[in-house]
């Protein structure tokens, strides 16, 4: 038992969350995050707080950094994002002097942009859509380059739906349609009236603004994922986005240029917008990825309906959807009321912590350098490779057990699981102050923190579209996760594990931490990201990376029995909303994550039961728990979080994860050694006879 003063603290710690009056076999979720959950320095504001906002942390200590007095080994890359965090900070006096600029880049807003000459006789929609999409916003539809599907060797171009200003066409019909439109009012109201415009101006295109947006947004993925019906459409088009998650062969489709200028009509010039884009002739014979056909199919219908003046409204809406936060705090109070509108809670974050995140989404591979020099060894990331690799051994040496798989396909699943590559703290190159700096070198940084956003919009965007037609480079860490961020991935096209320094921080990760609550926490993390390469869409691709079907069909059928099991169970939780209404979760949305969340906890537990077998682990002084139970205490306060009751329907409809309580209450309930580690009876509510289990 490890009594000293560090053990004391880590012990008082995890005793601070736990709620011992609540027998672990009745609520194991209660019994472990009922203290945080009632802990009055939970932030009042917050719509939802938990164990992973241990990000706030690292973003005062990020701030701590970017503040701190440069030095002569300073390096440009890190300069810079000094000078963004600096600038951000700053208020600028002429905010809507600075977005009238813009939407005059875009081709302008006629009733924000008094004195210029706009006329639908000249306006150009593909040139105003490329420019934009260049400079500021993706609106309308989607256009960047990623990996081939089925050839990851390759960066090809893709076509995709784009976001509206609601989450789907649910928004406009229903219950909330109303209130719904009268938020989107509000916010054109405000933003024309901040850029100097009147509100009888407004007020003129707000019908028009509304219907085009529903338009858009009914032609895309149906999102039904409301407990309301929703039958406005025609059923051909009722591509559910349950649907679309699930199965990534809907998500691919290879055509020409031409044969997607014929699917959408005359609404859009295709060689016109790619022409103003990359600045060169695109040929029509190019071969482009379009994931959503049905969308494209319809687009041009809508296009062709809509006025020119409420095309140029859309575009200019959405660039200001996309910056004007920048620009200044009034500007950013309106985008973030009507997000609270929506969502049924505001959360308030200081400027500071927004200056952090801007900071950190422009340069964080520079704020990255400093972070990790103090925070994230190379002893560090030496133990966490080996205990990534003591998961991937516990999932290889699971795989001849699977009576359900035959045993083509399971020599499949332990070819592909022993290719899973990972990428762990952060790329090597943010070590060297010559390669950092080379990064960097094309961003230019100034004390403007809008002109700054725009700079890095530019320089992220140009990158990304100048990779059409290359070669992928498969050693890249993904270039828009900071090692800062408390995440982790599994990328399925390049069938790799992305564990940023981020996460592997207190209290997820120490290395002073008993090896349990290592396993429990962190590994049960590293199962997850590594059984997503067998969910519901990362088991398409095979052990290169590439879409292609490597399962037999029973052992297909079979998953997707399995899986069903996942579905009922998790469609039986419910969650107190407003007015402690009980809101139903969605087993389909949620299920790849449920796999995953399911799948880890298992990885890991037999993973710590190899290690034991030649190794002594350290109970804490004070915990009275063995070992086997500090493992799912562990995993458990990973996942304390508190959600206001206003906010849990948007957590139900937007979320692919289960919430925290039922990522802990499923996955022990399907866990017979976890009702070992307590002594549960069979039958009581963490020990149910019914186990759903795939991985």
Avoid at 178 to 202: K, Y
Avoid at 511 to 519: E, G, V
Avoid at 599 to 611: C, D, K, M, N
Wanted: contains cysteine; hydrophobic residues 40%; negative net charge.
């Amino acid at each position: 038992v490890c009594s000293s003063p560090k053990c004391v603290q880590l012990s008082g710690e995890i005793l601070s969350r736990m709620d011992l009056t609540v027998d672990p076999c009745d609520d194991f979720y209660e019994y472990a995050c009922g203290g945080f959950i009632r802990s009055p320095l939970v932030p009042t504001d917050s719509s939802k707080w938990g164990t992973t906002s241990v990000m706030d942390k690292t973003n005062k200590f990020l701030v701590k950094q970017v503040q701190r007095v440069l030095r002569g080994s300073s390096n440009d890359a890190v300069n810079k994002a000094k000078l963004m965090y600096k600038s951000c900070l700053a208020v600028p006096e002429d905010a809507g002097q600075r977005l009238q600029s813009m939407l005059k880049v875009v081709g302008s807003w006629p009733i924000v942009t008094p004195g210029l000459s706009w006329s639908e006789d000249t306006w150009q929609f593909e040139t105003a859509l490329a420019i934009a999409r260049k400079r500021y916003t993706q609106a309308i539809f989607w256009v960047y380059v990623s990996e081939d599907d089925r050839n990851n060797t390759f960066n090809r171009l893709n076509f995709n739906q784009a976001t509206s200003f609601f989450p789907d066409a649910t928004a406009f019909n229903g219950s909330k349609a109303a209130s719904n439109r009268a938020a989107l009012d509000s916010l054109v109201i405000r933003l024309v009236q901040l850029l100097g415009g009147d509100e009888e101006s407004a007020r003129a295109i707000l019908d028009d603004l509304w219907h085009l947006d529903k338009a858009l947004a009914e032609v895309g993925i149906i999102d039904t994922r409301l407990h309301e019906p929703f039958n406005g459409l025609p059923s051909q088009i009722k591509l559910t986005l349950i649907e679309y998650r699930a199965d990534v062969r809907k998500r691919y489709n290879l055509m020409t240029l031409q044969e997607l200028q014929t699917l959408i009509g005359p609404g859009l010039n295709i060689s016109l917008f790619l022409d103003e884009l990359f600045e060169e002739h695109i040929p029509l014979t190019e071969t482009v990825i379009v994931r959503v056909p049905t969308m494209f199919a319809q687009l041009g219908q809508v296009l062709s309906k809509a006025k020119k003046s409420t095309l140029a409204t859309y575009i200019s809406m959405q660039a200001l959807w996309d910056n004007a936060h920048f620009a200044s705090l009034e500007f950013r109070d309106a985008i973030e009321d009507f997000k609270a509108k929506l969502a049924g809670g505001k959360n308030e974050v200081p400027r500071w912590q927004s200056c952090i995140t801007d900071t950190v989404d422009a340069l964080g591979f520079a704020v990255s350098a400093l972070f990790t020099e103090d925070h994230f060894t190379t002893a560090d990331k030496r133990e966490v490779v080996q205990l990534l690799e003591n998961i991937r051994e516990s999932f290889l040496d699971s795989i001849p057990s699977l009576a359900w798989m035959d045993d083509v396909t399971k020599a499949s699943a332990v070819e592909k699981a022993t290719k899973v590559s990972h990428k762990v703290g952060f790329p090597d190159f943010i070590r060297s102050k010559d390669k950092l700096d080379e990064y960097y070198s094309d961003l230019v940084i100034t004390d403007d923190h809008f002109q700054n956003q725009a700079a890095e919009f530019r320089y992220s965007s140009l990158k990304n579209l100048q990779k059409r037609g290359q070669k992928v480079d498969q050693g890249e860490w993904p270039p828009h996760t900071s090692p800062t961020v408390v995440n982790a991935f599994y990328d399925p096209q390049k069938n790799a594990m992305i564990f940023p320094a981020g996460i592997l921080q207190k209290p997820i990760y120490h290395s002073a931490y008993p090896r349990a609550l290592s396993y429990g926490a962190v590994g049960t993390i590293m199962g997850h990201e590594l059984t997503h390469g067998f969910d519901t869409s990362g088991r398409r691709y095979d052990p290169d990376g590439n879409l292609f079907n490597w399962w037999g069909n029973i052992s297909a059928r079979e998953f997707e029995h399995r899986t069903q099991c996942l579905v009922d169970q998790y469609n039986k939780y419910e969650l107190k909303g407003m007015k402690k209404c009980s809101l139903q979760m969605s087993g389909g949305l949620t299920l790849a994550e449920n796999i995953a969340d399911n799948g880890g906890l298992r990885l890991s537990y037999r993973a710590y039961q190899t290690w034991r077998t030649e190794n002594e682990d350290t109970k804490l002084v004070g915990l009275n728990l063995g070992l086997n139970q500090m493992f799912f205490l562990g995993q458990a306060q990973t996942l304390c979080t508190v959600i206001k009751p206003s906010f849990v329907a948007h957590i139900l409809r937007n979320d692919v994860h289960s919430p925290a309580k039922f990522r802990v209450l499923a996955t022990m309930q399907n866990m017979e050694q976890f009702s070992e580690a307590f002594g549960c009876p069979k039958g009581s509510p963490m020990n149910p006879d019914n186990k759903c289990v795939i991985w």
